[in-house]
């Protein structure tokens, strides 16, 4: 006989059936048992699903955590340097003569002799140069015979004239006679003034054959040379003779930046220093400005006088111009490393609320690490150092923990 585990077998004494036959019921004890069994699968299986979601979720959280963490960048910040209200600034500077003037023929001809050449040192009205007219000199000629003769017709209507006067106080001659005698006299004395101005012109450019110095100076440049064609002016063919230059006071030309225009008055000393004189001053002083503001580079052009009774120093020479001068508003200095360049402008990065604003700037001098900011600061803000290029105005920023705990540098 088969037994089913689900069932059990039935007998006569036990039953309440016929003798003999076997009656099959199922077992209560074994279908809970799998039905246990079922269900504690169901919950192994439920355990370890909702322990990888649980896992999964923790896992997708802490890492949108983290990456919103590092899309806030973690900065420094420091604060604005104050500049002083007073402080010795080194600008650039041009030396130039203090009179400079090119040396032209008022003559046409040919050089017969030049005394001078270039660093003689000459008082004015000394002879530079000598050129050869001999046009002019026989135009000179022609004109004084022109003179003569002219001279000559006037005396001639003039007796002329006095005469046909006396006649006619006996009505002689006609009054119409008379007339034209005057005229012609009058007309004679006119002839012999122009024929005298003709030759005092004349005159003039056969004066114009010596070349004297101007006033006293250094002969710069000569560019001409005995037997060369003079022609006279200064356009067209014409060409420079020779150079002079005053010397014993020079004139240095400095473009002061605007935040220092009121300050910039004549009066103030200057100092000037060159590289071929290591650690020599020459003392100069700002005799006057322009009295305007360039619009090409918004600084004001000065000038400033220093004594060269020595000569050593040169015009066209290149110097450094180290004077005090004052701030007229407040300037406040910065490293390099904090600046953003930007399409729309210079800009620094400040600390607000924990965002970062971006504040444009202006710049004055630049001192290599450090650049002096004359406009768009007020001293108080906390500077980032270092910002990064993606940060955007309004961004959030994180203080790094060495700035946080030492405080603002």
Do not use: C
């Amino acid at each position: 006989m088969r037994v089913d585990e689900n069932y059990e077998i039935e007998t006569e004494a036990g039953a309440s059936g016929k003798p003999g036959q076997e009656n099959r019921r199922p077992t209560s004890f074994g279908h809970a048992k799998h039905i246990i069994t079922l269900a504690l699968a169901a919950l192994v299986v439920a355990g370890i699903v909702y322990r990888g979601i649980s896992t999964r979720v923790r896992a997708t959280s802490a890492l949108t955590v983290q990456t919103q963490e590092m899309a806030v960048p973690t900065v420094s910040v420091i604060q604005p340097k104050r500049g002083a209200s007073s402080e010795e600034i080194v600008l650039p500077g041009n030396i130039h003569a203090f009179i400079d003037a090119p040396i032209y023929a008022r003559t046409n001809g040919y050089l017969k002799r030049w005394y001078v050449d270039i660093g003689a040192r000459v008082k004015a009205g000394q002879l530079l140069a000598e050129i050869d007219t001999p046009e002019v000199d026989r135009q000179l000629q022609q004109a004084r015979a022109d003179l003569a003769t002219a001279e000559a017709n006037y005396q001639l209507a003039k007796t002329t004239a006095a005469r046909y006067q006396y006649l006619l106080e006996t009505d002689s001659v006609a009054k119409q006679d008379v007339d034209n005698a005057v005229a012609n006299d009058q007309a004679k004395k006119a002839m012999v003034q122009s024929a005298g101005e003709n030759v005092k012109r004349l005159e003039d450019l056969q004066s114009f054959e010596k070349i004297y110095a101007p006033f006293d100076g250094v002969i710069t440049a000569r560019n001409t040379d005995i037997g060369a064609l003079i022609d006279s002016g200064s356009g067209g063919l014409a060409k420079e003779l020779f150079h002079i230059a005053a010397l014993r006071t020079l004139r240095v030309y400095v473009n002061v930046p605007q935040i220092y225009s009121r300050s910039a008055v004549p009066g103030v000393q200057a100092d000037l220093t060159l590289a071929e004189f290591p650690g020599r001053r020459f003392q100069g002083r700002l005799v006057r400005t322009a009295d305007a503001i360039d619009q090409a580079s918004r600084t004001l052009l000065t000038e400033i006088d220093v004594d060269n009774a020595a000569g050593e120093l040169l015009p066209g020479a290149y110097a450094e111009v180290h004077f005090k001068l004052a701030s007229g508003a407040s300037t406040f200095t910065l490293p390099v490393n904090t600046l953003l360049f930007r399409s729309e402008g210079l800009r620094v990065a400040v600390l607000r609320d924990g965002k970062a604003v971006l504040v444009p700037i202006v710049l004055g001098r630049d001192f290599g690490t450090e650049v002096e900011v004359v406009s768009g600061l007020d001293g108080s803000e906390s500077v980032i150092t270092n910002p990064p290029d993606s940060l955007v105005s309004g961004g959030e920023v994180r203080i790094a923990p060495q700035a946080a705990n030492g405080g603002a540098q």
